[in-house]
């Protein structure tokens, strides 16, 4: 009987997988969607108003970025809205891969499954400082690419003083980056549509559109490419939406929220 509801499970997960996939031209298009904008704010928008506007250029900056990423919620509803019909959490959970963890053999859903997380999550954070040295030859070579100093969050920690309404920023990248929008759109939206395109390849191909849609943020491409594809890949492996959220948004959300206390209280 369990072989039976296994093979069964299995089943199902190639039909969500390779059913009515997207097309390149559909991918590349909500690609450019939301990332023509990220870069639209960092490379037009950002240099137009920063001298313009009386705030500090780094508070800018960040409400500028925050905004680019709610955008991307708008987008990740509009287009849930247009395919899952009816539209309805179960079938939005469905859609998106909204699942408990489930096993690549078997099929069977299992949230001891959420453990590989931790290992992951080791190799990803152990890994950036080596690859990000990768970075420094890139924009050497390309120097129009170093980012102004008021776009790294450590220019923050002086004018952050007091400013506890830095907080619901925070809070609104949180949600846009890591819930509803950036990582929803990529590996969510994107990544159980990109099997008909690129088969057993779409992970690669979902971590090099989610690399290049990083467009603000274009120094730091070396090491992105050599250790984003581990979310892709975890995500599809497992099937669920949640290892994506906790690879990409557990640390990330922890120490923005900590790193920004820390500056309000003036303790950075």
Do not use: C
Request: no cysteine.
């Amino acid at each position: 009987m369990s072989a039976t509801l296994a093979e069964s499970n299995l089943q199902a997960n190639v039909i969500r997988e390779t059913g009515e996939q997207y097309s390149l031209a559909k991918i590349l298009g909500i690609w450019a969607i939301v990332a023509l904008p990220m870069g639209l704010i960092h490379w037009v928008v950002r240099p137009i108003l920063i001298p313009r506007v009386h705030m500090e250029p780094g508070f800018l900056y960040l409400i500028l970025i925050t905004l680019g990423l709610a955008w991307e919620g708008v987008v990740a509803y509009i287009i849930l809205r247009q395919e899952v019909k009816p539209f309805t959490w179960v079938h939005i959970i469905d859609r998106v891969w909204l699942h408990t963890p489930t096993n690549p053999k078997t099929g069977i859903p299992s949230k001891w499954l959420y453990l590989w997380t931790i290992p992951l999550l080791v190799i990803l954070e152990g890994g950036k400082p080596f690859l990000d040295q990768l970075n420094g030859p890139w924009v050497k070579v390309l120097p129009f690419l170093v980012p102004p100093p008021y776009t790294e969050i450590e220019s923050l920690a002086g004018p952050a003083v007091g400013q506890w309404w830095l907080l619901g920023v925070v809070a609104a990248i949180i949600v846009f980056n890591y819930l509803v929008g950036e990582e929803l759109i990529f590996r969510g939206i994107l990544l159980p549509k990109m099997n008909g395109v690129f088969g057993k390849w779409d992970f690669i191909a979902n971590s090099i559109l989610f690399v290049a849609y990083h467009l603000h943020m274009a120094w730091g491409w070396p090491s992105m490419l050599l250790y984003n594809w581990i979310r892709p890949w975890a995500t599809k492996r497992f099937k669920s939406y949640w290892v994506a959220l906790l690879l990409h948004g557990f640390i990330d959300s922890l120490i923005l929220i900590v790193l920004f206390t820390m500056a309000i209280m003036g303790l950075v």
